[in-house]
C-alpha cells in the first residue's frame, strides 16, 4: 500500500511539473509571436519581382544560390530598407538591405 501511495504521488508531481514547462513554452511563444507582429506591422509585403535590382544583384552577390522566397518594404526619414527572407541551401534567413544594396545590422535597422 505504501508503494501505491508513493507512486500517485511521484505520478502528481510529474503531471504539475510538465503542466509547469508547457505554460513557460508557451509564454515564451506567444512573447515571440507578439515580437514578429509587430516587427511586421513596420513592413508592408511585397512581391519579390519588384525589389530594385541593386538589392537582387546584393543577394546574388553575398548569398550564392539564395533564392529570395518574401520581401517587405519599409520607408523611414527618407530611406528605404528592404526585409528579405532567404532560403540558403535549405537554411531560412532574414535579412535587412537599404535601396542601395547596402546590407544593414538588425540593430540598425530602425535608425
Do not use: C, R
Given at each position: 500500500?505504501?508503494?501505491?501511495?508513493?507512486?500517485?504521488?511521484?505520478v502528481?508531481?510529474?503531471?504539475?511539473?510538465?503542466?509547469?514547462?508547457?505554460?513557460?513554452?508557451?509564454?515564451?511563444?506567444?512573447?515571440?509571436?507578439?515580437?514578429?507582429?509587430?516587427?511586421?506591422?513596420?513592413?508592408?509585403?511585397?512581391?519579390?519581382?519588384?525589389?530594385?535590382?541593386?538589392?537582387?544583384?546584393?543577394?546574388?552577390?553575398?548569398?550564392?544560390g539564395?533564392?529570395t522566397?518574401?520581401?517587405?518594404?519599409?520607408?523611414?526619414?527618407?530611406?528605404?530598407?528592404?526585409?528579405?527572407?532567404?532560403?540558403?541551401?535549405?537554411?531560412k534567413?532574414?535579412?535587412y538591405?537599404?535601396?542601395?544594396?547596402?546590407?544593414?545590422?538588425k540593430?540598425?535597422?530602425?535608425?
Amino acid at each position: 500500500m505504501k508503494k501505491l501511495g508513493l507512486s500517485l504521488l511521484a505520478v502528481t508531481a510529474m503531471f504539475f511539473y510538465s503542466e509547469n514547462v508547457n505554460a513557460q513554452v508557451e509564454g515564451e511563444v506567444e512573447a515571440e509571436v507578439e515580437t514578429h507582429a509587430q516587427e511586421q506591422s513596420d513592413f508592408k509585403e511585397i512581391d519579390v519581382v519588384a525589389l530594385p535590382q541593386p538589392v537582387k544583384d546584393a543577394v546574388m552577390s553575398d548569398f550564392n544560390g539564395a533564392v529570395t522566397e518574401e520581401a517587405w518594404v519599409k520607408e523611414k526619414d527618407g530611406k528605404t530598407i528592404y526585409k528579405l527572407s532567404l532560403n540558403v541551401e535549405g537554411e531560412k534567413k532574414k535579412v535587412y538591405v537599404d535601396q542601395d544594396g547596402n546590407w544593414i545590422d538588425k540593430e540598425d535597422k530602425d535608425k
